[in-house]
């Protein structure tokens, strides 16, 4: 057991080197993208892990399956003047190509099924976010750190670059407008989730209006934000970076448009940050009810 | 020997009987081969209709930024481009070929329900025509996808109205199709036609009307509560009024996935034709074939949340409906073992139908395989909603259903018009095609792997170069069907090559005992079967 | 020429068949109660919003042990109101009898009806989340600018699974649309008696 997660602990932090080496870069959609990337928290990289070993899986499979084919097919010619076989079945065989398949499901679901239930404990968490899906932004609400409640809530939303391009009939290059170095159109928004490194962080996520689902590649998963319901999802960001994703349950007209971005950074500049947003929120709030006529408070 | 056959004289008593006029012939046609002509023609005219918005859709992404329409409008083209696929394209094709082929497959004079066929057929054009109007109604017509979730699907106007009514009547109309097929099968088979020695084909569609009847009617009920929500104040659905949205999709779902297989089953019959007739040898382990569709239905009756991963199930959810999946990849696997086995050590050669069943085999398990890969649940986590299950899907219906019925459309045309589609054009047909659905498909599973969602009018650069690629394959696929109609009217109306009445040199099997065209009325008295007349008569195993 | 026997037998199918459809159209709806029973009594997810059936008197605490119950609250955009909880979080013993608070006001300008959407995750565990009085059991009414304290009495059944150390009860308020009109067209938000 020790054995085992040592062993599973240093291949984590192997591959968090290898993140950190590669730089963040390569978590977020890149031009000629081929595979799934291996993410930037421990459990993204294990997702990245079953999804490879399905698919070899499958690559491994089809090479027996198509090779057979194109033998046949080469092989089992009229122009070459075979004499057809009268053979209907052949109960060996067959046995043999149910029970194979069963050992390799099996070898499939097992590491799979392992990892769902690390995913499934989302308890004993160090601080809670709430995510409020709207038609069509993002809410995100600081609940707690470290047990200690927080006052910190803002609506996130495609960023005003890539809304101006999108309009549709703008002319403008989608290809124009970069955040830092990276070519951002409509996955960069005006305002970013911003949360600790090496930080159990549990999401409580629900949504407004209309089913929505909150999708940060990088993190491994995606998460239905559903009107009436709430649903708990968790993660621990190995790596400080910029992580992007976007709205996965069609919502509407602009279900194409309500990017998510998380940054994470480490734990010191976090808590700093945190403690500004509170004090800027402490403020906006004192003038508000300094005002004589009361807003409509929606969360709208 | 197809003199010997005592079909043949039938056919010289009733050779003249079609109805005169335009309106007899087919608005009042009780004749499963004109019905099945009307369905087969319905259908192609819905593949075009569905294929034009596949089009617009495909331009829109062409590259990033919005092109050309507005995201209302691109909400619409996806949802109405699937609802016509599966309910005008792909369902009707199937029944369409069932009409025209089981009766003659088993030896019956008509279906065993000949009027209601016709209301079946007939309901279809208005259930459409309702259904397409919805685009120029105010509001547009349906923008919440195919899948039609609430609360989103609630939002949209009157459309919604018309496109349920739409929708009832599509359902009714293949349930009546179901019901014909159950009872054309189970009492109308000539003396001798034991059930295990039915084609494949007719044991595929016995099953599969069997899943319809049991899930159109579930859909009906999930799509009645949805009107009643909007319109009468019900809340199943409302979280507002103590219901509950998921519960819709999970209504949608016992519907959605069974009607998966509803368009994949008859294909397996289909292929389960042709690949014997071009390896001039008898299917392999026939049984085991019948079998593995009838576990397959089975299965797909425990699989549905497999298309709600991310919906928040319990644990225990999430691991019944991951094995659960996973074992319909046994039965599958067997299916897929047997066609190979079926070309092994035949005689192959490589006519257009054969061309569409391979290129079946091979697609079709590459879909099979991304299906597996979904039905992991951490990795679907990823994969749900991203254009790798796009990928996944149109690989089992496109390179699956739609190729396996081009398939039949070659291997049967003869039968039907009497005459040879030219082989050229089919080939080139058949090229076209295979390759451009490649450049079509394939890369979306790299757009869904490097994260991008479905359902979106417009993305982030990163993911223009594979998007264009498809775009461009889509252009490509999509003029290529044109060869397709052209080859079809050639065939019928100018082709001077006469088909025999066996058409194929492996083909075995009641259709081809009778003449090339098909009589308008067969069988009016039972053929009698001998031995070596059907493809697997000696099946004791 | 169809013998008769034949068309017997279709018609036969036929209505069959027919049968087979109503049954399975019905079942469509019969999926409404058999989803929240499965969700119950096979997963563990209550989805019935009232109070527990579980008696109160011989509750045992377990004070070996403490759950924190977080507090999440929600306002549908479409209600102008505002609605807190009292505290953001408790530590409570499973077995203990917990009261806490809720305020809720109404910023508009009209009288409104609303009800209240509980939802418990992790979704499995609300089997062992037990409400004695809630104010989701009711409607509220708020006149323009009045405040609500309500309370709700919850205690966390003590067989809750070691494992589990932090739970989240999330309400979300909803206009009641029906009893907002008849709130405003008969000054009473229950419909007429008789
Ligand atoms: C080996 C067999 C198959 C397996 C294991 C399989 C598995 C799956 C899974 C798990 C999904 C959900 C993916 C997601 O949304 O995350 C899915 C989606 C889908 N599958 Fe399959 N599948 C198989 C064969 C088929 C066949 C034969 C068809 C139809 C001919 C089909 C049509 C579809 C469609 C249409 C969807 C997407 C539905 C939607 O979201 O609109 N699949 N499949
Ligand atoms: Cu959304
Ligand atoms: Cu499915």
Redesign the interface.
């Known amino acids: 057991m020790a054995m085992i997660s040592s062993v599973r602990r240093a291949r984590r932090a192997f591959a968090a080197f290898a993140l950190l080496a590669g730089g963040t870069a390569f978590a977020n959609p890149q031009p000629w993208q081929l595979n799934m990337a291996p993410g930037a928290t421990s459990i993204s990289q294990r997702v990245h892990e079953v999804h490879m070993i399905a698919l070899w899986v499958c690559v491994g499979i089809g090479i027996i399956v198509f090779g057979a084919m194109i033998y046949a097919m080469v092989k089992f010619r009229k122009s070459k003047g075979v004499v057809p076989a009268k053979f209907t079945h052949n109960s060996t065989l067959e046995a043999v190509w149910t029970v194979i398949p069963i050992i390799v499901l099996i070898a499939m679901a097992w590491p799979a099924t392992k990892l769902l239930v690390d995913m499934a404990d989302v308890d004993n968490s160090d601080m809670t976010i709430k995510i409020t899906g709207y038609q069509w932004k993002w809410r995100y609400e600081y609940v707690d750190y470290y047990k200690k409640p927080t006052a910190v809530n803002f609506i996130s939303t495609l960023d005003a670059d890539s809304n101006r391009i999108r309009q549709p009939g703008s002319g403008l290059d989608p290809k124009s407008i970069k955040d830092g170095d990276y070519a951002s159109y409509l996955l960069n928004v005006d305002k970013p989730l911003v949360v600790p490194v090496g930080v159990k962080v549990r999401f409580v996520i629900t949504a407004d209006d209309v089913i929505h689902s909150w999708w940060v590649p990088a993190l491994g998963w995606k998460q239905d934000a559903i009107p009436g319901i709430i649903n708990d999802q968790w993660t621990r960001v190995d790596v400080p970076g910029i992580y992007r994703g976007q709205c996965a349950e069609l919502c509407g007209k602009d279900h194409g448009f309500m990017p998510i971005v998380v940054k994470a950074v480490p734990k010191a500049e976090f808590e700093q940050w945190l403690a500004t947003q509170e004090s800027e929120t402490a403020a906006a709030k004192a003038a508000a009810t300094a005002q004589v006529a009361p807003q409509p408070a929606t969360q709208g | 020997m197809a003199a010997a056959n005592p079909a043949i004289h039938d056919v010289h008593d009733d050779h003249d009987h079609k109805p005169q006029g335009f309106l007899d012939r087919w608005l009042f046609t009780t004749n499963h081969k004109d019905i099945g002509t009307l369905y087969l023609v319905f259908s192609l005219t819905m593949f075009f209709i569905g294929g034009t918005m596949a089009m617009l859709i495909r331009a829109e992404l062409f590259k990033?930024?919005?092109?050309?329409?507005?995201?209302?409008f691109f909400?619409e083209m996806t949802s109405m481009h699937a609802l016509v696929m599966i309910f005008g394209a792909v369902m009707p094709a199937f029944v369409g070929l069932g009409n025209w082929m089981i009766p003659l497959q088993i030896g019956a004079?008509d279906m065993?329900?000949p009027r209601?066929n016709n209301w079946s057929f007939w309901i279809l054009p208005f259930a459409f025509l309702l259904l397409l109007s919805t685009i120029f109604m105010p509001g547009g017509g349906p923008?919440?996808?195919w899948t039609m979730?609430p609360?989103?699907a609630l939002?949209g106007g009157v459309n919604v109205a018309f496109s349920i009514f739409a929708i009832h009547l599509m359902g009714i109309s293949s349930?009546m199709g179901?019901?014909n097929i159950?009872?054309t099968i189970?009492?109308?088979r000539a003396p001798g036609m034991d059930l295990l020695k039915m084609p494949v084909f007719v044991w595929s569609w016995l099953i599969t009307a069997f899943l319809l009847?049991?899930?159109?009617?579930?859909?009906?009920?999930?799509v009645?509560?949805l009107l009643t929500d909007k319109f009468f104040?019900t809340s199943?659905f409302h979280?507002?009024?103590?219901g509950?949205?998921?519960?819709y999709q999970?209504?949608f779902w016992?519907?959605g996935h069974p009607e998966v297989y509803i368009m994949i089953l008859p294909a397996f019959g289909i292929i389960s034709e042709i690949i014997p007739t071009f390896?001039?040898?008898?299917?392999?382990?026939?049984?085991?074939m019948v079998y593995a569709i009838a576990s397959i239905a089975f299965l797909s009756f425990i699989v549905w949340a497999h298309h709600m991963f991310?919906?928040?199930?319990?644990?225990?959810?999430?691991?019944f409906f991951?094995?659960a999946t996973?074992?319909i990849?046994?039965p599958t696997?067997?299916k897929?073992?047997?066609w190979?086995?079926t070309?092994?050590?035949?005689?192959?050669?490589?006519e257009t139908p054969m061309l569409f069943a391979?290129a079946f085999?091979?697609l079709f398990?590459?879909g099979g395989?991304?299906g597996?890969?979904c039905a992991?649940?951490?990795?679907d986590?990823?994969y749900?909603?991203?254009y790798f299950v796009v990928a996944h899907f149109h690989y089992v219906l496109v390179t699956g259903a739609v190729f396996a019925i081009m398939a039949s459309a070659y291997y049967w045309l003869p039968k039907w018009s009497g005459h040879m589609y030219s082989e050229t054009w089919g080939k080139i047909h058949f090229w076209s095609s295979v390759i451009s659905v490649n450049v079509l498909f394939f890369p979306q599973h790299?757009l869904g792997?490097?994260?991008?969602?479905r359902?979106?009018?417009?993305?982030?650069?990163?993911?223009?170069?594979?998007n264009m690629i498809s775009s461009i394959g889509g252009f490509w696929f999509g003029a290529s069907q044109l060869i397709f109609v052209g080859v079809i009217i050639h065939c019928v109306y100018f082709s001077k090559q006469k088909a025999t009445t066996q058409v194929w040199e492996g083909a075995r099997g009641l259709e081809w005992t009778v003449p090339s065209p098909a009589p308008h009325h067969t069988f009016?008295?039972p053929p009698v079967l001998k031995p070596g007349m059907l493809a697997?008569d000696?099946?004791s195993? | 020429m169809e013998s008769k026997t034949v068309a017997h037998r279709n018609a036969s199918v036929l209505k069959t068949g027919a049968v087979v459809v109503a049954c399975s159209f019905l079942f469509g709806f019969a999926m409404v109660p058999v989803y929240r029973i499965v969700c119950e009594h096979v997963f563990g997810i209550k989805l019935a919003n009232g109070a527990t059936s579980a008696t109160t008197a011989n509750l045992v605490e377990d004070t070996s042990r403490t759950v924190t119950v977080q507090f999440v609250t929600n306002v549908n955009s479409k209600l102008p109101w505002t609605f807190e909880a009292e505290r953001p979080s408790i530590e409570v013993h499973p077995g203990k009898l917990t009261e806490v608070w809720f305020d809720a006001t109404n910023t508009g300008g009209e009288a409104i009806v609303g009800n209240a959407v509980p939802s418990v995750a992790p979704s499995n565990v609300s089997q062992f989340f037990n409400k004695t009085e809630c104010f989701c059991f009711t409607e509220q009414t708020l006149a323009a600018g009045e405040t609500r304290r309500m309370p709700v009495r919850f205690f966390v059944d003590p067989q809750l699974p070691k494992s589990v150390r932090e739970l989240t009860l999330s309400y979300t308020f909803y206009t009641n649309e029906v009893a907002t009109r008849r709130l405003s067209e008969t000054g009473s938000p229950l419909p007429a008696a008789g």
């Open positions: 990033p930024g919005m092109q050309l329409m507005q995201p209302e909400n004079p065993a329900l209601m923008q919440g996808g979730y609360p989103l939002q349930i179901a019901i159950i009872a189970l009492n109308m009847i049991a899930v159109m009617p579930v859909l009906a009920g999930a009645t509560m104040g199943f979280a507002a009024g103590g509950d949205p998921v519960m999970h209504i016992f519907f390896s001039r040898k008898p299917i392999f382990g026939y049984q085991a991310s919906v928040g199930m319990p644990l225990g959810g999430e691991l991951m094995y996973m074992l990849a046994i696997g067997v897929v073992f047997n190979i086995s070309m092994w050590g035949g005689a192959m050669t490589f391979i085999v091979v398990t590459i395989f991304s597996v890969m992991i649940v951490p990795a986590f990823q749900q909603d991203s790299f792997l490097a994260g991008m969602p359902r979106i009018p417009d993305y982030n650069v990163a993911f223009a170069d594979f009016s008295t697997h000696d099946v195993h």
